[in-house]
């Protein structure tokens, strides 16, 4: 079995490409350069794949769409916005959407699946992402399958997001039973030499691997015990706001 995987070099994705390899898939790999804001992620993505090919096959290719960078350089991510710090599911981290990202990725790892013969396209989408990414919703995939379908009918192409209800903890209790190197991921949203652990995707990370009553792999010692305690204060000013 052939599949092409939407790789960030993330928790999810990287969790996803285990699940895929786990199964007996032939994984081919995209990682995409886009003008994000950093290319830490595509750092991390080369390691996690590098360690994956002991497990089984991976072919990686990184995609530099950096052209399209001044088309879509909006918010926090690919534009001049600052990242915000706090929870992340609340309004203020819709800020750190990219415009139409998903489908714009989904249509260039379908164009590779026709070439290379592959039946399905995977992305780790979650239940977490729910109320701030439009395009991880269940909806959203179906829609998206549908036009796939509709767009390749002589090569046909399925969609896939196996993770579209679960959320990030329950992704990450599913890794650590495949052994996935988490050490090996990146999450921060700003790309610094360590994680800032108060951006919203760090703070998400740290509930996951705290419900998952362990460690982040990432961190140190005195990195994850201050994890922690952002973690807890970011809840109890939540809590008092509301």
Request: proline residues 3%; aromatic residues 10%; charged residues 25%.
């Amino acid at each position: 079995m052939k599949a092409v995987l939407i790789l960030s070099g993330g928790v999810d994705s990287s969790t996803l490409l285990y699940h895929l390899l786990n199964k007996n898939y032939k994984v081919h790999a995209l990682t995409f350069i886009y003008g994000q804001r950093h290319a830490k992620e595509v750092e991390f993505a080369k390691k996690i794949v590098e360690r994956a090919r002991e497990v089984g096959f991976v072919e990686h290719e990184i995609v530099d769409i950096t052209s399209i960078h001044r088309l879509i350089c909006k918010g926090a991510i690919t534009g001049d916005d600052l990242v915000p710090a706090g929870e992340y599911s609340e309004e203020r981290q819709r800020i750190t959407i990219v415009p139409n990202r998903n489908m714009i990725l989904l249509a260039i790892a379908v164009g590779y699946a026709v070439k290379i013969e592959a039946g399905e396209v995977y992305y780790a989408a979650h239940k977490s992402d729910y109320s701030v990414y439009p395009d991880c919703r269940k909806e959203f995939v179906k829609a998206m399958d549908t036009a796939i379908y509709l767009g390749n009918l002589w090569t046909p192409v399925e969609l896939k997001a196996p993770f579209v209800d679960m959320s990030k903890a329950e992704i990450v209790s599913v890794g650590l039973k495949l052994g996935v190197p988490y050490e090996l991921t990146w999450s921060c949203y700003l790309g610094s030499e360590r994680p800032c652990l108060s951006c919203g995707t760090c703070i998400e990370r740290t509930e996951a691997f705290l419900l998952n009553k362990t460690k982040d792999p990432l961190l140190n010692d005195d990195e994850w015990k201050r994890a922690v305690e952002i973690y807890k204060n970011t809840k109890i000013r939540n809590k008092n706001d509301s």
